[in-house]
């Protein structure tokens, strides 16, 4: 089983959250990059035996996705999700994002409507210009330290022609994780107005405190608008292998996704992609169980240091993924909060500004590293708060 206390050093592998930090940051100091989402667990020990195995059979061809692989995926969310999913649902691809890109070219025309919810993970502002399609912002409702999705406006946007709704859950950046009435609402909202529902839920094994992902897919009623975007990638530290699933009900939309995809000459992921993603699918219930042990501890710890030493910052209740969203803006910087925060406390922080107006004076942390990563930073922080605004 994994340690996650140790502090795995990535500095020189290639590694964009700690090789490219100072370029990301504009800045020659060393700084702790709790930026991009990617964790710094050495992943399940079945997966480095899987890929170990098959770098030793020495031949490394054009590969695709067997009938074992789409078991093993269409297992993991029987298994871990009460989900009933078919393998010939599961279209195997390189990267959700890249597959919500040619989903909404497949499912749109240029110039439609598309809803995001905002605070938004950012690629998302970009997949909707970078395909020509016009972006509709629901902005999330910031009530009682969390975010709640406002219905009234996505009802009144979407009686005005949206298409397709890209959905994101677990939320990030906020770790919300909604509710089944939320998701029963989201449904019913997107049967209603004829709109597709392009569900993003990478961080859905990632649900904490007790807390369910409840997946579009529960929701049969919506299957013939239905994609759901799925990876091992934040669930098992794989973001590398670059190997993520659609899982899609109607076989309409499987074959017009993967139509556009397979137009663009993106088949499935590589071979150590496949392999990494198997082993772990079959073989990381229990990694995953102290994963997810650990990063609870790591939320409590943040939220606790922050209550005891920053009273006056706030952070968002913390439901799911290893993303907090920490309201930093008592501090009173500005757009200068970023830089100060680099310069001044030697951490690289998520900029809340870049996932919409609403992130202004937010950071998104990314907690999953050794807690001793952690305690280092928010030190730096508690120094600037000290100085900012006192005890």
């Known amino acids: 089983m994994c340690d996650f206390d140790v502090l795995v050093d990535r500095r020189g592998t290639s590694s964009i ?42 031949v490394f061809g054009y590969t695709f996705a067997m009938q074992d692989y789409l078991e093993s995926v269409a297992g993991w969310y029987r298994r871990q999700h009460a989900l009933d999913v078919k393998t010939e649902w599961v ?38 210009k970078n395909t020509g399609r016009t972006l509709v912002r629901s902005p999330l409702i910031h009530r009682d330290n969390s975010y709640h999705m406002d219905f009234a406006d996505m009802e009144e946007k979407m009686k005005k022609g949206v298409k397709l709704l890209i959905l994101c859950n677990p939320h990030n950046p906020t770790g919300r994780v909604w509710s089944r009435e939320e998701m029963s609402e989201v449904v019913r909202l997107c049967r209603k107005y004829d709109v597709y529902l392009d569900s993003d839920e990478i961080h859905g094994d990632l649900a904490l405190f007790g807390n369910t992902c409840i997946s579009a897919l529960e929701f049969p009623e919506i299957y013939d608008k239905l994609s759901v975007y799925t990876a091992p990638g934040k669930t098992f530290g794989l ?23 397979r137009g663009a000459w993106i088949m499935s992921p590589n071979i150590f992609g496949l392999e990494a993603a198997k082993a772990a699918y079959d073989h990381g219930t229990e990694w995953l169980k102290a994963e997810k042990g650990y990063l609870e501890g790591n939320s409590r710890f943040v939220t606790e240091y ?9 952070v968002t209740k913390h439901e799911g993924t290893y993303l907090m969203w920490i309201d930093l803006s008592c501090l009173g910087l500005g757009d200068d909060l970023y830089r100060t925060l680099v310069e001044e406390c030697g951490v690289g922080f998520g900029e809340g500004a870049q996932y919409g107006e609403e992130g202004k004076g937010f950071v998104r942390v990314n907690i999953g ?19 900012r605004i006192g005890g």
């Open 17 to 58: 959250k700690w090789d490219r930090a100072k370029g990301k940051f504009h800045t020659e100091k060393d700084i702790i990059p709790l930026w991009i989402a990617d964790t710094d667990f050495h992943a399940p020990v079945e997966v480095k035996e899987a890929i170990q195995r098959r770098a030793d059979h020495g």
């Open 239 to 261: 973001a590398g292998m670059i190997a993520s699933n659609l899982l899609i009900p109607d076989s309409g939309i499987r074959d017009k996704i993967n139509g556009k995809l």
């Open 91 to 128: 279209c195997p691809t390189y990267g959700v994002v890249t597959a919500l890109y040619f989903s909404i070219l497949a499912l749109t025309e240029p110039g439609d409507p598309v809803m995001i919810h905002t605070p938004a993970y950012d690629p998302f502002f970009a997949i909707v």
């Open 306 to 314: 922050i209550k005891n030493h920053m009273p006056k910052a706030q």
């Open 369 to 387: 590293c050794a807690r001793e990563l952690l305690e280092k930073a928010l030190e730096g922080v508690a120094q600037l708060y000290q100085k």
